[in-house]
């Protein structure tokens, strides 16, 4: 064990704060979804995954990363709104529980389907974009240039759900779907272009992800309960909590795991969240219930 | 204590399975080990998901169940490895932790109302801190490569309740654990306690105000339900002789009881059952299918063996949708005689 | 302008409308009364497309609104206030307006609209940013009405604008329908407050168990001794 107030904890710290801007990223697309359209994407890492997988093999093909990453962003778009057409709607009346199992069926496809497909070595984009230093602290560059990325894209769906019509009338569902049509407003077709959004900004996180970590068709059983710990911790549908959440987590994850082994700081994590859950279960900041 | 009123069909059936090793015997007297290892993944896993559809069938949906397999399991596993106390011992407190910690994740759901989504993830959050600690305690659980129970002697042994070598002994303890199941499940089912749970998972409020003791109930169903899933997972520690976190914990174990019960029919009482004739059969049909098949081989390579989680992905998905009662529940509904 | 023809409707099993006509013509405002439960919010759901009809003709000018998707009619010129007003209750009142002006049509003209609204009601510019929600009954229903005229429509249906709301609040919702009748909207507006809504529109329909039984100007109804006991307490 190795704790003391040095340096190295506030490396730590500072790079616990620049996980959490991608971590919020990935709560916000499935706080989005789950707010306006009441259903919880269990495969959501699962998208992002694919989103991976595809910017990886465009990036290979020739593809300059920024065209690879708009392909990313635009294929789990698709995607996402794919899995509401097909999987979600014919379940969207019927109990909650089946919501997340049919996306618990989607989970496990993807994975097997990735597998078979991509073979379950690890693949790596290859782009190293070196660190900077400061007061003796190093910090991956591409997770800065996440963090940035994270901060623009939550700062973008925020503009767009304020300032313009499609954005305020999603909005506007989440809070009362049945009266939708006297606006004109097309409710499928709202939900449809809120989980394209939704996947939209899991295709933004896979475009970052690619940059920091190795891809392999499991990895959605890695960080997935972690989002699924942060939206919740924050308050399910609550964007702002998700964001708080992300932040508080990833303290947990970073400290934890500079102190004592990696395992151990999610370990830690998810003890504050079962516990934090215990004194407050709609989550820190709990809107629906 | 209460013993059911068996129909002459069912004193039949029982009877079937309970010949069924000396069927095997006689039918595939060289692959005896292999079906005989069949039936007791089915009945030993049927046992865990009538556990969890003790909770499925009120609609707490948990998708965390792993959690309490892995209890069961490793808290076996290691106090006998390290602390040479015999399993006699180590299940009941196996059990006991599991029952505790499922206790003290009810309590704060049930009494603060969580229910539906929040429950789930809740559940969820729950079987990935326990596989995180499974796998942080690597120096004590092996880490993700999991770990055995010490032999004892030639492996069947009554002191360290090991008996995996003698399939038939297997087979006959796990048929009477799968008994037991089905006798909890039956004695719920006619119990006061179904009904108030029944009240409450259609409308708490209503069912408080006529004085069901919400928490309680839910309290009552949770700590049995994970009870017997760590029994379960206890015994499967040690049948395999082998347990990794994501053979018996996890979120992959969780939801794979949550397919099967589904699959097979959450509300009856066969249907766990029928749900892990079918899972396993599956998997082990699917299994059977790549290793034979050249083409598939040579076009998916070692990758092959994710089919059956292609194909498990995909039946959840089209059951969900199409067959929300499972396969028992459906079959039962349409020959007109719904037990809810 | 708008024309209803041995309309049928209900609920699944249950029929709510029998044989209901009625017509609306422009300029006009028409009231339907009756006691709770007669079919009144039913009638406005049907029109606006948000419950089918089983039976019957229903038009627009000419369009056939029974073939229209519920989130077309709009389009055909009809706005409708929902009963208990249905605002956004956690967006501001503007951006409530904002979904009024939701169609393509109306989004061209959303500025001039919504100073139009604001001249015509003060007390909701003062009020644009705040939530919907934390508004008086009587500024929620002003803001619901506002809401219906951002998509310029011709014709406005109103469901029980005076429902829950004090004795002193209904009067200055009526003036509201008043105000927007003489800025040449035409009205249908559905009401259990008899008294006071024939003397805000030109003829009135009754309508009981799901079915018209009397119709006639204003002045007539209120003059009726039926009414009078059965409707206004008299």
């Given at each position: ?11 730590a ?7 959490a801007g991608?971590?919020a ?10 707010g ?6 269990i ?12 910017i ?12 690879a990453?708009?392909?990313g962003i ?8 794919a ?6 709607r014919p ?7 089946n ?12 994975q ?5 497909a ?6 790596n984009?290859?782009i ?5 230093s400061?007061f ?10 996440s963090?940035?990325?994270a ?8 503009l ?7 954005g305020?009338?999603?909005?506007a ?6 009266i939708?049509?006297l ?39 890695q ?8 939206c919740?911790?924050?308050?399910l549908?609550?964007?702002?909590g ?9 303290q947990?994850i970073?400290?934890g795991s500079?102190c004592?082994?990696?395992?151990w ?7 504050f969240?079962i ?14 219930s | 204590?209460?013993?059911p009123?068996?129909?002459g069909?069912?004193i ?11 069927v095997v015997r006689?039918l595939?007297?060289s692959s ?8 007791i ?12 559809s003790l909770?499925?069938r ?12 892995g ?16 399993p006699?011992?180590g299940i009941?407190?196996a059990?006991l ?8 994740i ?11 989504h929040?429950?789930?993830?809740m559940?969820?959050?729950l079987?990935e ?14 880490g993700s ?16 309740l090991?008996?995996?070598?003698d399939?038939?002994?297997s087979f ?6 799968w008994?037991?199941?089905l ?19 259609q409308?708490e ?8 003791n ?11 339900s ?19 976190p ?20 959450m509300?009856v ?8 004739v079918f899972?396993?059969?599956?998997t082990e ?11 598939l081989k040579?076009t ?23 067959m929300p009662?499972g396969?028992?529940g ?11 | 302008?708008?024309e209803?023809n ?12 029998f044989n209901?006509?009625?017509?609306v ?13 007669a ?12 419950i ?6 229903m ?6 609104l029974?073939?229209?998707?519920p989130h077309?009619?709009?389009e055909?010129?009809?706005?409708h206030v929902p ?22 049509g ?8 919504l ?14 940013l ?8 009587g ?5 619901a009405i ?7 429509p ?8 005076s429902?829950g ?12 329908v ?16 008899v008294?006071?809504?024939l003397?805000?529109?030109?003829r ?23 009414i ?7």
């Amino acid at each position: 064990m190795d704790c003391q107030l040095d340096i190295f904890f506030l490396e730590a710290v500072l790079n616990g704060i620049l996980l959490a801007g991608l971590l919020a990223l990935l709560a916000l697309g499935l706080n989005l979804v789950f707010g306006v359209i009441d259903v919880v994407w269990i495969c959501y890492a699962e998208l992002v995954m694919v989103g991976m997988y595809g910017i990886y093999f465009a990036y290979k093909g020739g593809a300059p990363f920024i065209l690879a990453a708009l392909f990313g962003i635009i294929l789990v778009a698709l995607a996402g709104a794919a899995l509401h057409y097909v999987v979600i709607r014919p379940v969207l009346d019927s109990e909650p529980i089946n919501q997340l199992l049919v996306t618990g069926g989607v989970l496990f496809f993807l994975q097997a389907v990735a597998t078979m497909a991509f073979g379950v070595e690890f693949k790596n984009i290859g782009i190293s974009l070196g660190s900077v230093s400061a007061f003796d602290m190093s910090f991956s560059k591409s997770r800065i240039l996440s963090f940035t990325i994270a901060l623009i894209g939550m700062l973008a769906l925020w503009l767009f759900l304020k300032k313009t019509y499609l954005g305020t009338a999603i909005r506007a569902i989440a809070q009362d779907r049945q009266i939708m049509p006297l606006m004109g407003v097309d409710s499928k077709k709202i939900y449809l272009v809120t989980s394209a959004v939704g996947g939209g900004l899991a295709g933004l996180a896979a475009s970052l992800m690619v940059l920091n970590y190795d891809i392999y068709p499991q990895i959605g059983l890695q960080f997935g309960p972690l989002i699924f710990m942060i939206c919740v911790l924050g308050g399910l549908g609550n964007m702002i909590g998700g964001f708080v959440a992300s932040f508080i987590i990833c303290q947990f994850i970073a400290v934890g795991s500079s102190c004592f082994h990696t395992e151990w700081g999610y370990a830690i994590a998810f003890l504050f969240f079962i516990i934090a859950i215990f004194f407050k279960p709609q989550g820190l900041f709990g809107a629906k219930s | 204590m209460k013993i059911p009123k068996l129909s002459g069909n069912a004193i039949l059936g029982l009877i079937a399975i309970a010949v069924l090793p000396l069927v095997v015997r006689l039918l595939f007297p060289s692959s005896e080990r292999y079906y005989l290892h069949l039936l007791i993944q089915i009945l030993l896993w049927a046992f865990i998901y009538t556990g969890w559809s003790l909770m499925g069938r009120f609609g707490l949906t948990s998708l965390g169940h792993g959690a309490f397999t892995g209890i069961g399991a490793y808290v076996t596993v290691l106090l006998w490895n390290f602390a040479d106390i015999t399993p006699w011992l180590g299940i009941p407190i196996a059990v006991l932790a599991a029952t505790i910690v499922g206790v003290l994740i009810g309590y704060p759901c049930f009494s603060l109302r969580i229910t539906g989504h929040y429950f789930g993830l809740m559940t969820l959050a729950l079987t990935e801190f326990v596989r995180l600690v499974i796998v942080g305690l690597r120096d004590y659980t092996g880490g993700s490569l999991g770990t055995q129970p010490k032999r004892y002697g030639d492996g069947v042994s009554f002191y360290a309740l090991q008996f995996e070598p003698d399939r038939i002994l297997s087979f006959y303890i796990v048929f009477a654990l799968w008994l037991l199941g089905l006798y909890v499940w039956w004695r719920v089912d006619q119990s006061m306690d179904r009904y108030a749970l029944e009240a409450a998972s259609q409308d708490e409020d209503a069912a408080a105000s006529v004085g069901v003791n919400v928490t309680k109930e839910k309290l009552k169903i949770m700590a049995l339900s994970s009870a017997m899933c760590a029994l379960g997972g206890a015994i499967f520690g040690q049948y395999q002789m082998y347990i990794g976190p994501d053979t018996i914990a996890g979120l992959g174990t969780s939801l794979n009881m949550v397919f099967a019960v589904v699959a097979g029919g959450m509300w009856v009482m066969l249907g766990p059952t029928v749900g892990a004739v079918f899972t396993q059969v599956l998997t082990e049909g699917l299994r059977v299918l790549i290793q034979s098949s050249v083409l598939l081989k040579s076009t998916l390579g070692s990758a092959a063996l994710a089919l059956d989680g292609a194909i498990y992905g995909l039946l959840l998905i089209l059951f969900i949708i199409y067959m929300p009662k499972g396969i028992l529940g459906t079959w039962l509904e349409r020959r007109g005689r719904v037990r809810k | 302008m708008l024309e209803l023809n041995g309309i049928d409707a209900g609920y699944g099993a249950f029929q709510a409308l029998f044989n209901v006509s009625l017509n609306v013509k422009a300029g006009e405002a028409i009231a339907v009364i009756g006691a709770n439960g007669a079919g009144k919010t039913t009638l406005l759901r049907v029109i606006s497309g948000l419950i089918p009809a089983t039976r019957g003709t229903m038009t627009m000018e000419g369009a056939n609104l029974r073939v229209t998707a519920p989130h077309r009619i709009i389009e055909t010129g009809i706005a409708h206030v929902p009963e208990s007003r249905r605002l956004f209750p956690r967006l501001t009142v503007e951006d409530n307006l904002r979904m009024g002006a939701f169609i393509p049509g109306a989004r061209s003209k959303y500025a001039e609209r919504l100073d139009y609204v604001y001249s015509l009601f003060p007390r909701l510019k003062e009020r644009r940013l705040q939530s919907a929600g934390t508004m008086s009954g009587g500024e929620q229903q002003m803001c619901a009405i506002g809401r219906a005229l951002m998509s310029g429509p011709k014709l406005v249906l109103l469901d029980e604008p005076s429902m829950g709301l004090a004795p002193v609040i209904v009067s200055q919702v009526f003036d509201l329908v008043r105000r927007i009748r003489s800025e040449g909207y035409t009205v249908l507006i559905v009401e259990q407050n008899v008294s006071q809504v024939l003397r805000v529109v030109d003829r009135a329909y009754l309508l009981e168990v799901g079915k018209i039984h009397a119709s006639g100007s204003a002045v007539e109804l209120a003059a009726s001794d039926e009414i009078r006991k059965a409707y206004m307490g008299i």
